[in-house]
Protein backbone atom coordinates (compact mmCIF):
# COMPACT_ATOMS: atom_id res chain seq x y z
CA UNK A 1 0.00 0.00 0.00
CA UNK A 2 0.91 3.58 -0.65
CA UNK A 3 -0.69 6.15 1.36
CA UNK A 4 -0.16 9.86 1.37
CA UNK A 5 0.20 11.05 5.13
CA UNK A 6 -0.34 14.70 6.47
CA UNK A 7 -2.89 17.18 5.31
CA UNK A 8 -4.01 16.71 1.75
CA UNK A 9 -6.38 19.20 1.73
CA UNK A 10 -8.79 19.28 -1.71
CA UNK A 11 -5.54 17.24 -3.14
CA UNK A 12 -6.27 13.77 -5.30
CA UNK A 13 -4.20 12.28 -7.52
CA UNK A 14 -5.38 12.63 -11.22
CA UNK A 15 -7.19 8.99 -11.83
CA UNK A 16 -6.76 9.46 -15.99
CA UNK A 17 -2.49 10.05 -14.65
CA UNK A 18 -2.51 7.19 -13.07
CA UNK A 19 -4.21 4.74 -15.74
CA UNK A 20 -1.75 6.25 -18.22
CA UNK A 21 1.26 5.25 -16.21
CA UNK A 22 -0.32 1.69 -15.52
CA UNK A 23 -1.23 1.26 -19.01
CA UNK A 24 2.50 2.33 -19.82
CA UNK A 25 4.00 -0.86 -17.91
CA UNK A 26 0.99 -2.91 -18.47
CA UNK A 27 -1.22 -1.87 -21.78
CA UNK A 28 -3.61 -4.71 -21.70
CA UNK A 29 -4.55 -3.63 -18.15
CA UNK A 30 -8.04 -3.33 -17.23
CA UNK A 31 -9.36 -0.03 -15.91
CA UNK A 32 -12.72 -0.28 -14.28
CA UNK A 33 -14.67 1.71 -11.71
CA UNK A 34 -15.84 -0.26 -8.33
CA UNK A 35 -19.32 0.05 -7.87
CA UNK A 36 -19.07 -2.76 -5.60
CA UNK A 37 -17.25 -1.02 -2.75
CA UNK A 38 -17.84 2.89 -1.78
CA UNK A 39 -13.98 3.33 -0.94
CA UNK A 40 -12.65 1.93 -4.32
CA UNK A 41 -12.63 4.65 -6.87
CA UNK A 42 -10.29 2.92 -9.70
CA UNK A 43 -9.27 -0.15 -10.23
CA UNK A 44 -7.09 -1.92 -12.56
CA UNK A 45 -6.01 -6.03 -13.02
CA UNK A 46 -3.25 -5.96 -15.21
CA UNK A 47 -1.00 -9.83 -15.69
CA UNK A 48 2.36 -9.62 -14.58
CA UNK A 49 5.32 -12.11 -15.28
CA UNK A 50 4.31 -13.61 -12.02
CA UNK A 51 0.71 -13.65 -12.54
CA UNK A 52 -2.13 -11.63 -12.21
CA UNK A 53 -2.14 -8.36 -10.32
CA UNK A 54 -4.44 -5.56 -9.34
CA UNK A 55 -4.11 -2.19 -7.47
CA UNK A 56 -6.89 0.30 -6.60
CA UNK A 57 -7.28 3.56 -5.67
CA UNK A 58 -8.92 4.65 -2.65
CA UNK A 59 -12.26 6.95 -3.34
CA UNK A 60 -10.53 10.18 -2.07
CA UNK A 61 -7.63 9.49 -4.43
CA UNK A 62 -4.94 9.52 -1.69
CA UNK A 63 -3.80 5.70 -0.87
CA UNK A 64 -2.79 3.28 -3.37
CA UNK A 65 -3.53 -0.52 -2.51
CA UNK A 66 -1.83 -3.39 -4.35
CA UNK A 67 -1.59 -6.77 -4.75
CA UNK A 68 0.84 -7.59 -6.70
CA UNK A 69 4.32 -8.95 -6.07
CA UNK A 70 7.08 -6.80 -4.60
CA UNK A 71 8.75 -5.61 -7.49
CA UNK A 72 5.60 -4.49 -9.22
CA UNK A 73 4.36 -2.64 -5.73
CA UNK A 74 8.20 -1.08 -5.76
CA UNK A 75 7.55 0.06 -9.60
CA UNK A 76 3.69 1.68 -8.43
CA UNK A 77 4.82 3.00 -5.47
CA UNK A 78 7.57 5.20 -7.17
CA UNK A 79 5.38 5.82 -10.12
CA UNK A 80 2.68 7.40 -7.46
CA UNK A 81 5.00 9.20 -5.93
CA UNK A 82 6.11 10.82 -9.24
CA UNK A 83 2.12 11.89 -9.36
CA UNK A 84 2.19 13.20 -5.99
CA UNK A 85 3.30 17.32 -5.29
CA UNK A 86 6.63 17.91 -3.42
CA UNK A 87 5.18 19.21 -0.16
CA UNK A 88 3.35 15.94 0.23
CA UNK A 89 4.34 12.54 1.95
CA UNK A 90 4.10 9.13 1.28
CA UNK A 91 4.37 5.82 2.92
CA UNK A 92 4.89 2.76 1.22
CA UNK A 93 4.03 -0.47 3.57
CA UNK A 94 2.65 -3.94 3.48
CA UNK A 95 -0.83 -4.90 4.53
CA UNK A 96 0.14 -6.09 7.93
CA UNK A 97 2.04 -2.87 8.56
CA UNK A 98 5.01 -4.86 9.51
CA UNK A 99 7.13 -2.07 7.27
CA UNK A 100 6.22 1.32 6.50
CA UNK A 101 8.77 3.45 4.40
CA UNK A 102 8.85 7.02 3.51
CA UNK A 103 8.82 7.89 -0.24
CA UNK A 104 10.76 11.25 -0.91
CA UNK A 105 9.85 12.82 -3.77
CA UNK A 106 12.59 11.21 -7.05
CA UNK A 107 12.94 8.35 -4.97
CA UNK A 108 14.08 5.78 -7.71
CA UNK A 109 12.34 2.08 -7.89
CA UNK A 110 16.52 0.87 -6.72
CA UNK A 111 16.10 2.79 -3.92
CA UNK A 112 12.91 1.97 -2.61
CA UNK A 113 13.93 -1.41 -2.92
CA UNK A 114 16.91 -0.49 -0.82
CA UNK A 115 14.84 1.04 1.82
CA UNK A 116 12.65 -2.01 1.75
CA UNK A 117 15.19 -4.89 2.03
CA UNK A 118 16.58 -2.77 4.66
CA UNK A 119 13.26 -3.02 7.10
CA UNK A 120 13.41 -5.80 9.86
Known amino acids: ?62 CLYMHVWEEEAIWLTAAFRRLIPVHLGLVFCDEGYAFDVRVPTGTTEAELAALVGGVG
Open 1 to 62: MAVIEGDVGAWHVDRDALTEVVRARWPDAETGSSASSAVRSRVWEFDTEKGPGEAYLHADGT
